[in-house]
């Protein structure tokens, strides 16, 4: 009887340590963007570091429209981690334009890179600013996007009606790249990370020069709008290929953002992962290297930081503030 006794014992102490691994097993979904961006990379690349690097997990990266998708995704916790910009973020928390009707309950994980915002065209478009894309055949971005939405407004911002002075199309970044070399459509707009490959793509085509339109005057009026989301950057000259003048434009801040009802030691593993590991992460895109513990701040992004991210970050010494 002991050893029938000390048999179900080791029998259930077993099933017991089966199940304990069970529960910490985990299917992650990252979503990202298209695959000419960089959202896709970058999420590629941290869903190989959760799955490496955190026993029993198992993520993917999926591809989307975009940062509005993505957002909607998560809001419907049918994704578990999204790459997303803050304007469209701030829309989402407050339940307005794209998501009217709709608040997403949204935690930052992260501050990523300051996304910057291009304006695309080639040399013969007769386009030095944005107010020359009146009349013009121009992609404000993909539906769902948050491309879509900051085109708007810098297309608003600059006194033009994005649906009435421009024929408007609502391409990705790489469908514009080859609608631009197809003699297609006259410009793009594209918020991402530098360099972006589908920008470098058009850059690089034989018989078209790359010309990235300023428009870093607009940022002023966007914030009397919409709040202080955006700030005057620069792409330097020689970022892509024909590019000799530096770019001036708007940038606003990526970020990495869950459902706040993910588990707190889901999160802290999650951001962990991505500071412990970061020199992998830049070698899947140089935008990684710039996610610091710097720009981890409270102002960078309008949704609340995760307590697990927190915990993390407290742990390094950083304050968010």
Not at 17 to 32: G, H, K, L, P
Not at 199 to 214: E, H, S
Request: glycine share 10%.
């Amino acid at each position: 009887m002991k050893r029938l006794a000390l048999g179900l014992a080791v029998a259930l102490g077993l099933g017991l340590a089966t199940s304990a691994q069970a529960q910490d097993s985990r299917a992650m979904s990252i979503v990202t963007g298209g695959t000419g961006g960089v959202y896709y990379p970058l999420g590629g690349g941290l869903a190989n570091m959760l799955t490496k690097y955190v026993p029993n997990w198992a993520a993917t990266a999926e591809v989307t429209g975009g940062s509005v998708d993505n957002l909607k995704l998560v809001g419907a916790e049918r994704a578990d981690i999204a790459f997303a910009m803050a304007d469209a973020s701030l829309d989402a928390l407050r339940a307005e334009g794209k998501f009217k009707g709709n608040k997403v309950p949204l935690k930052t994980l992260a501050v990523l890179y300051p996304n910057r915002m291009h304006v695309v065209t080639v040399d013969g478009k007769n386009i030095s600013s944005v107010a020359d894309l009146k009349g013009k055949r121009v992609s404000t971005g993909s539906q769902g996007s948050a491309t879509e939405v900051m085109g708007f407004r810098v297309l608003e911002a600059a006194g033009l009606n994005p649906e009435k002075d421009i024929t408007r199309e609502r391409l990705g970044v790489a469908e514009s790249t080859n609608a631009m070399k197809d003699g297609k459509i006259d410009a793009y707009f594209w918020v991402g990370g530098v360099p972006t490959s589908a920008v470098t793509d058009l850059g690089a085509t034989p018989g078209l020069t790359l010309k990235l339109v300023d428009h870093a005057d607009l940022a002023e009026k966007m914030n009397a709008k919409w709040g202080p989301l955006y700030s005057a950057g620069e792409i330097p000259a020689g970022a892509y290929p024909g590019q000799t003048a530096v770019n001036k434009q708007v940038n606003v801040w990526n970020i990495l953002v869950v459902h706040e009802s993910m588990p707190d030691d889901v999160a802290y593993n999650i951001v962990k992962t991505m500071f412990e590991h970061k020199a992998e992460w830049v070698a899947t895109h140089k935008s990684a290297a710039e996610v610091v513990m710097e720009n981890q701040r409270s102002g960078n992004s309008p949704a609340p930081f995760h307590p697990g991210a927190l915990r993390y970050f407290t742990e390094k010494g950083v304050k968010v503030n």
